[in-house]
């Protein structure tokens, strides 16, 4: 099995400083289990983080942004259910880690509490390729998954950018997106089954067991987005197709973002969906691709003839569009995953982020130009850009990246977030597929209104003493 490290590892160090690790009864208990349990410095300090910026910039400065009391790593659902149990029984907080790749804090322990890596929960299949079903444990990293269906000839077609440090678990419960949702839909919309762990350590299965149902509400929503706060996810029955070996490609200059907007609108409202459908401003393609104007990216895949019906509709839609070289795509696929500059970035004192939200088309021109003019208002910022990443017949998602210099990292961070999150939440969602994590948690509840009491309704219901993930979607407190 592939194991990602290289952007996962902790700085080396002595760990002289590192807090007492969980002892005493709580850890006699999950000893007792037979449980793999690891309270080394070491291993504790590298489930203290994630991706969030914060937790970066902690990283940078040497420091272990959170120390948890235990790692506990489970090899099956028993061990989960085993862990729950313990962890209810003496009100000790749970984070489900899977590759720890959250861009907002999602999967940072809580200080003293039990990071439960769920990376052992490695097992694939039975694969019903008949179906094209596949059973698959929810600690799996992305090629492992991809690389056990090509055997098949079959995709799930999920890219997300963090496809190799990402796990199953992390994908549903984020309710995450790749770079082709368009033509395959998002990970939620790739779930037939679903087992989960409840706090009190009982496993459920959830789901049809066929493509669709009509026997009450799907209840696996309940726990699509959750980020660990209702149940740990042990494994997912998902729906794989057939794996494509042809694809056509188009790239063009756009004259403003807001006409490329447009395009984009009309394609889709044209019954066609390519996979890849992404719109750059003039600053991100200058960066990506040393183009002087806004540039739009087609890729589309699958059966030619079908590729080819989709691209005609591109063409006339973008009839009047600058045409460029098509090999801008092989650029991008071939850069699209490098995301090496950022920790380094983070390292030397530039706050770096991206903020993916989403809104109705006739709302993002507007929401764009608004959250691109609130960052660059704001002092200390040097850059603010966006592309549009994921397309559908009635909206999109809206994806900015901002950069800035300041004294006051942290202040300056938070300050350009409420800005962009305000300005999201009046047009539409405030996340598209990153999550809430521990970042957007301030702005969960004003987000989700009245709704917000049938959340905490359900967290109440399934985990009353609060032990899963608090403080992630605002359940439990608001941790930053
Ligand atoms: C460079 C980079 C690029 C990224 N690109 C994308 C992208 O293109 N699309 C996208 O959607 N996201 C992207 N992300 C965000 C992140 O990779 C996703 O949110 C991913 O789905 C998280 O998976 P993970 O296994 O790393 O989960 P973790 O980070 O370990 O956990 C994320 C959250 O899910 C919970 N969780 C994890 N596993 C389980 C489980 N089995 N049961 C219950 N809860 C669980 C955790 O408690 C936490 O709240 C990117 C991140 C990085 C660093």
Redesign the pocket.
Known sequence: MRRPVAARDYPSGTFDAAPAPLEGVVLAALTDEGLDVDTSAPTRAKHGR??WPVSLLEVGAGRVPVWPGVVVRAHSESQVEATLRVASRFAVPV?????????VG??QPRPGGIALD?TGLNAIGPIDVVSGLVEVG?GVFGPDLDEALATHSLTLGHL???FE???V???L??R????YSNRYGTAADLVRGLRVTLANGTSLALGARAPRAAVGPDLTQVFLGS??TLG??TSATLVARARPSYDERLAYGVASFASGLDVCRRILRRGASPAVLRLYDEIEAERLFGVSQGVLLVLDEGEPALVGATMSLVAHEAASLHPLDPALVAHWLEHRND?SALADLWARGVVVDTIEVAAPWAALATLSGQVLDALRRREGTVVASVHQSHAYLDGACLYFTFAGLSEEPLAYYRAAWDAAMEIARVHGAISH???V?HNRARFARAALGDSFGVLEGLKTFLDPQGIM?PG?LALGGVPW
């Open positions: 994630d991706w984070t489900a880690q899977g590759g720890r790749s959250s861009v999602g999967a769920l929810a997300p950018q963090s440090i990402s796990t678990g992390g994908w419960a984020c995450g997106a790749g770079q980020e660990g740990v996810i995301v597929h990153h999550g994590g993930n992630v």
